[in-house]
Every structure is written in C-alpha cells, then in structure tokens.
C-alpha cells in the first residue's frame, strides 16, 4: 500500500469510526507506529484536522472534499470526466485520473450504481501535453512565456498567459503582448514550442 493509499484508507478509517486508536490503525494497514504517526502529521499538513478524544476522530470542521455527496452523485461527476473531449488529451487525462481517484476513495460502495457505457478515449498529443503544462505552470506562477509557432519557427513572440478557452475539442490560450491591451488567441495545434521566463510582467 503507497503512502497516498494508505492516507485514503485513514480518512475513511476515521470517517467510519467515531473513535480510531493508533493500534487499530496500525493493525489495518500493516505499518508501523511510527508510520502512522507520520501519516497523522500528513493529514495535518493537508488541512484535515484531527481530534483525539480516547481515539482519534475528524473534526466536524475537517472539511473533507465531496463528504455530502451520494454515490450516484459521484458516478455522475465520473462519468462527466471519463467522457470528457479534454480527456483525449494527456495533460487533461493525467488531472482527470487523480480526480476519479480522489472520487473512489469517497464511496463506501465497491461497485458503481448507474451504468454507463464506457466511451473509447484517445490520450492526444504528447507534444501538446507538455506545452499545455508549461501554459498552466507560467499562470500559476505568474510568469511571462516564449512561444513559437509551426508558421514561423524561427522566432519566439513575447506573451502574458491569461486563461486557457476550451471549444468543444479545440483548445486556445488566450495571451496578451505586453503593452498591448487587446488579447490574442493562439491554439494550441498552431504552436511549436512554449518556455517561460524568469519575470512576469502583469498587463494592467
């Protein structure tokens, strides 16, 4: 059992218990005392606090993502990602799979209770997926990037990363050149390569 399994199977453990003592945890994922007590910090630095009242128990404030959800509801929302048209593409898929994982681990129910068919996805572009990644990263941590695009791979043109726009399958980034109010949009098929720069300069 990897760490991250084992984290889920504690949350659950203390969902489904009023009271958890070390021992039993211990005994049920087959580690030692000293896993586990690290386990615990773990959820603690992940924001799920714990209480200990002769055992340990989630806090009423543990705010445990998808906890009133039904298991309909849950299949639903999996079967909206697993059919997804982003899903034919590796960036969107790898996110999609962590989501469906985060979303098994909320059902007490081994097997889903609507039946869906199951659509046959294609995993995209590697290419795109890596470009895709770097367009997010330069967002998340407000940085500036490079691109250049198949038309003219000789040059690089400087941008400021807005948002990603989604058109049925057809993905854009949406940028905007420094100095320059108006916004661009750039697809992602046209774009040979993408790098970030060290500074951001926000567009005001």
């Known amino acids: 059992m990897t760490k991250p399994e084992r984290l889920l199977k504690l949350i659950k453990l203390l969902e489904e218990n009023k009271s958890l003592h070390i021992q039993d945890m211990v005994d049920i994922c087959g580690v030692s005392h000293r896993t586990i007590y690290r386990d615990l910090n773990s959820l603690n630095k992940l924001k799920i606090p714990l209480t200990y009242n002769n055992g340990y128990e989630l806090s009423e404030s543990s705010g445990i993502p998808f906890k009133d959800l039904s298991t309909e509801d849950i ?3 999996k079967y909206a990602i697993s059919n997804n048209p982003l ?5 969107f898929n790898s996110k999609f799979k962590k989501i469906e994982e985060v979303l098994n681990s909320r059902s007490n129910i081994k097997n889903s209770v609507v039946e869906f068919e199951k ?3 294609d995993n995209g572009n590697g290419d795109s997926t890596t470009v895709l990644a770097t367009f997010f990263e330069a967002i998340n ?3 500036n990037i490079n691109l250049k695009l ?11 990363p807005m948002m990603v726009k989604i058109s049925g399958k057809d993905i854009s980034f949406i940028v905007r050149k420094n100095g320059d109010m108006e916004k661009q949009t750039i697809s992602l098929d046209t774009i040979a390569d993408i790098k970030i720069e060290e500074e951001y300069v926000p567009v005001k």
Request: net charge negative; charged share 30%; glycine share 0%.
């Open 75 to 77: 299949d639903l929302i």
């Open 87 to 91: 899903a034919e593409n590796d960036f």
């Open 119 to 121: 659509q046959t996805q």
């Open 141 to 143: 941590n407000k940085k």
């Open 150 to 160: 198949k038309a003219n791979e000789n040059d690089w043109h400087h941008f400021s």
